[in-house]
């Protein structure tokens, strides 16, 4: 009996030291802003990935995926310090992030000497994948990819001939606008002002009244982040000079603006003109899988935003490397190099030689109808 | 109103209250479920009395918070003689509040909407929002009512000797700490009704207060620390020129604008735009 006992004992131990001999990880650094006024993004994006991750807990190919997650604040020096910690203690196969445009170019230097992939799913800076690193990876839309189909609908679909560009003052405000500028001119529009802000700016009073005294304007792209966007509508529908106000001028938004704005900023988004890269309407089964497991976790009346999806694709491509072989940074990036068309929640990924996903097929445009709910267009 | 509470604590203690900020967030936050579930859903108030309700409620929150921050910090850093604790103390206070708003309330900013911020003045081509008109006039009204207040009251006077001379006015038998509570108070609750005030206009998040807090810090500067009178001119002041940058030169040009005037200021004349008087004895 005795004897038989201790057998046990032996088989358990050695049963496992052979099954922490098997284990295999890989290891992802998630750089977000989970302070600051940003840490929107870092509590969206942590929800996306923490149910991927739930989701892949049975492993992939006989790894499993360890996340470390570090704040980062959307702030370049953040970020630099949170990416060396993360390297010098974690040493991850792959980090995701940042947010910020930003942000994420602080970093990419930093992980293109470390030789680890960054993969990369909410900023729009054109430099990010225009510097030639060749461990950078980015599945959401450049700003060239938002920006010009903006121009192309406001000059063509909506006889748009006069604009007005309303952006923040950053990196991804900058390449938005330009990106928005130059093919609309060279289309024969007119750009009667470009105004930039601070994000620490709120009250949208003066620049309303600035923009109701320069006659005739068609159309308003506007480059913000949520909150200063619901504020600017806002301003722009007092001012009468959106549709949302009684006003001629259609804003019109890019992929930045989060599923929900339109009920934050009331009437005023009315007429609200934009392009999508996740629509919770959707038909495609991923999409739809998608929102039933969000709403289990989270809760039956929370609509997943692009910030949650495009953090739960980078768990998803991940693991499609890892499937496909990856397993370790290199190899990550040499499976990444080589994706054409995998399926994620945001559209089909398939990264260009920059590092750029190049696939736009479910991108679209909505506009936002007075009951607030959105009318695909076919555009 | 938030520059006033700022140039209130210096002009009484010497003292930056760099928490100046979270006190106006917890205002804002304060009048935010106030209005949106206490007042409508279990007062059943109508959008606009829930609103004015929410108010006072920021006003009495402000209050409270200045009394236990100054009670638990300020109070016992002050009676050691110490000048650089109190001031890295509110530094202190200033993350502490942020953060604990930031686990209670969460990062995603909120949609604070009064009635009067759906509203709309027109004068010919300008136009305003009531919730504007509604801030200037409450500004207005507490100001008058805190000039009366240490003008004509026997207490605001005994404010007026402390922040003289603090010693004297001890000797003169006013209790000196009773009163430097007071205007921590009075300067909270002003925080806290400003955050009512601006929960409306700005993105309401735990970090709403950083946004106004520089230009306040620029407007009691330009004003002349410690001074109500410069400090309201400072903040007319520095809003118009916001006003016409905006119009005439661009809005990404505004802190450049407001901050130049601040250097300005400090070079042409430090005491700001009406210096406060200080007479010492020889």
Redesign the interface.
Request: aromatic share 6%; hydrophobic share 30%.
């Given at each position: 009996m005795k004897l038989a006992l201790k057998g046990a004992i032996l088989a358990f131990v050695c049963a496992t030291f052979a099954v922490q001999a098997q284990e295999k990880v890989i290891r992802v650094g998630v750089l977000m802003p989970i302070?600051?006024?940003g840490?929107?993004f870092?509590?969206?994006g942590k929800e996306g990935i923490d149910l991927a991750l739930e989701q892949l807990k049975g492993g992939v190919n006989g790894y499993h995926l360890q996340v470390q997650y570090e704040d980062s604040a959307c702030s370049p020096l953040q970020a630099t310090n949170a990416v060396k910690r993360v390297l010098d203690q974690f040493r991850p196969h792959i980090v995701i992030g940042e947010e910020c445009s930003d942000a994420s170019l602080a970093i990419a230097p930093i992980l293109e000497q470390a030789k680890v992939p960054q993969l990369n799913a909410g900023s729009v800076t054109m430099k990010l994948t225009e510097s030639g690193y060749r461990y950078v990876f980015r599945i959401f839309p450049n700003a060239a990819q938002q920006s010009l189909p903006l121009a192309k609908v406001a000059y063509d679909r909506l006889g748009a001939r006069t604009a007005v560009i309303l952006y923040e003052?950053t990196n991804a405000g900058n390449d938005n606008a330009d990106g928005f500028e130059k093919p609309f001119v060279a289309m024969g529009g007119k750009v009667l002002a470009k105004?930039?802000?601070?994000r620490?700016?709120?009250?949208f009073?003066?620049?309303?009244?600035?923009i109701?005294?320069l006659g005739r304007v068609d159309v308003l792209p506007t480059f913000a982040l949520?909150?200063?966007q619901?504020?600017l509508a806002?301003?722009l529908a007092?001012?009468?000079v959106v549709r949302g106000g009684g006003g001629n001028a259609v804003q019109m938004g890019s992929i930045w603006l989060p599923y929900g704005f339109d009920?934050?900023a009331?009437q005023a988004a009315e007429g609200y003109v934009r392009i999508v890269q996740f629509d919770p309407n959707e038909k495609r089964r991923i999409v739809q899988d998608f929102i039933r497991a969000f709403r289990a976790k989270y809760g039956a009346d929370k609509v997943p935003t692009h910030i949650n999806s495009h953090a739960y694709d980078t768990i998803l491509l991940i693991a499609e490397a890892v499937r496909r072989g990856a397993t370790d940074s290199e190899s990550i990036r040499e499976r990444f190099s080589g994706f054409k068309g995998v399926e994620v929640t945001t559209g089909r990924i398939s990264f260009d030689p920059k590092g750029q996903n190049s696939d736009l097929s479910v991108v679209h445009f909505v506009e936002t109808q007075k009951d607030l709910s959105w009318k695909g267009l076919d555009w | 109103m938030v520059a006033l509470g700022l140039t209130l604590i210096y002009g009484v203690l010497n003292q930056i209250n760099f928490a100046h900020a979270d006190f106006v967030t917890v205002g804002a936050f304060t009048a935010f479920f106030t209005a949106t579930r206490f007042a409508t859903k279990v007062l059943g108030l109508p959008d606009t009395g829930a609103y004015l309700l929410s108010m006072f409620a920021a006003l009495g929150a402000g209050a409270l918070l200045g009394l236990a921050v100054n009670a638990a910090v300020f109070a016992p850093l002050r009676d050691r003689g110490d000048e650089l604790r109190p001031l890295i103390a509110t530094i202190g206070v200033s993350v502490l509040l942020e953060n604990a708003q930031l686990a209670l309330f969460g990062p995603i900013p909120y949609q604070f909407d009064s009635p009067f911020a759906r509203e709309t003045l027109r004068i010919g081509r300008i136009f305003f929002s009531a919730q504007s008109v509604l801030v200037v006039a409450v500004s207005a009204a507490a100001i008058a009512a805190l000039y009366g207040f240490m003008r004509f009251t026997f207490l605001g006077k005994a404010l007026r000797a402390v922040a003289q001379d603090r010693e004297t006015a001890g000797l003169m038998g006013i209790n000196p700490n009773l009163l430097i509570a007071l205007t921590i108070v009075i300067a909270s609750a002003l925080a806290g009704m400003a955050g009512a005030l601006l929960g409306p206009v700005l993105v309401l998040s735990p970090f709403a207060g950083a946004s106004v807090i520089v230009k306040a810090f620029a407007i009691v500067i330009i004003g002349g620390f410690g001074n109500m009178q410069g400090t309201i001119l400072a903040g007319i002041l520095v809003g118009v020129i916001e006003a016409f940058t905006v119009q005439y030169l661009g809005s990404g040009l505004i802190d450049l604008v407001v901050f130049a005037m601040l250097l300005l200021m400090l070079v042409l004349r430090p005491t700001g735009l009406i210096a406060e008087r200080k007479e010492e004895n020889v």
């Open positions: 302070s600051g006024p840490s929107y870092g509590v969206m003052k105004i930039d802000f601070g620490d700016v709120n009250d009073t003066a620049i309303a009244t600035r109701a005294s949520e909150g200063q619901v504020r806002q301003a007092q001012a009468k009920q934050k009331g | -």
